[in-house]
T-cell receptor, first 115, second 111 residues
């Protein structure tokens, strides 16, 4: 079945460590996105990519990095520079960049806890 | 950047009641979308609206794209326990490459 797979679902990290969250899609979608969700704050865009080897900063990119070497994959690295990394992270994709259809398909999320 | 004001923030209703929530913006959007998120899961698209004034239904859900392009509402009729979750509105502008999300409405349905 087609879909978006995020891993790991739960992750614990010590302060000062970098951690990479995986996002893979087999929907043949061009655009991919990373959102952060905190309680009561909705979804905030971290980074997005409309084509391979290109990506743009979202509203809260500081302390995060991404790569888009393959169409299917858009990993997110939470670096030690991110001051408050504990959150629920959601990856999404769309057939073409939202703004034309706007329809996002989300993964099941990764919950990161910094100890 | 663009912001969406979604209200109410939370709702507590009895099973069988109707629900209404809305989103407003100071900016114009070309597309309005409504998503539902179950606890611990990713959001799922419920309804997408593409034309000002458009009224679209999906089962017990009805959503409208405001005529000014700056607002949208979602109604749920005859609520059931599985309607529990967080409902998000989102707006998109052509060629912007990204959507803007509201802060969500948390719905609790009492049996």
């Amino acid at each position: 079945d087609g879909g978006i797979t995020q891993s790991p679902k739960y992750l614990f990290r010590k302060e000062g460590q970098n951690v990479t969250l995986s996002c893979e899609q087999n929907l043949n979608h061009d655009a991919m996105y990373w959102y952060r969700q905190d309680p009561g704050q909705g979804l905030r865009l971290i980074y997005y990519s409309q084509i391979v080897n290109d990506f743009q900063k979202g509203d809260i990119a500081e302390g995060y990095s991404v790569s888009r070497e393959k169409k299917e994959s858009f990993p997110l690295t939470v670096t030690s520079a991110q001051k408050n990394p504990t959150a629920f992270y959601l990856c999404a994709s769309s057939k073409i960049p939202t703004g034309n259809t706007g329809e996002l398909f989300f993964g099941e999320g990764s919950r990161l806890t910094v100890l | 950047g663009q912001q969406l004001n979604q209200s109410p923030q939370s709702m507590f209703i009895q099973e069988g009641e109707d629900v209404s929530m809305n989103c407003t913006s100071s900016s114009i959007f070309n597309t309005w979308l409504w998503y539902k998120q179950d606890p611990g899961e990713g959001p799922v698209l419920l309804i997408a609206l593409y034309k000002a004034g458009e009224l679209t239904s999906n089962g017990r859900l009805t959503a409208q794209f405001g005529i000014t392009r700056k607002d949208s509402f979602l109604n749920i009729s005859a609520s059931i326990p599985s309607d529990v979750g967080i409902y998000f509105c989102a707006g998109a502008v052509f060629n912007a490459g990204k959507s803007t999300f509201g802060d969500g409405t948390t719905l609790t349905v009492k049996p």
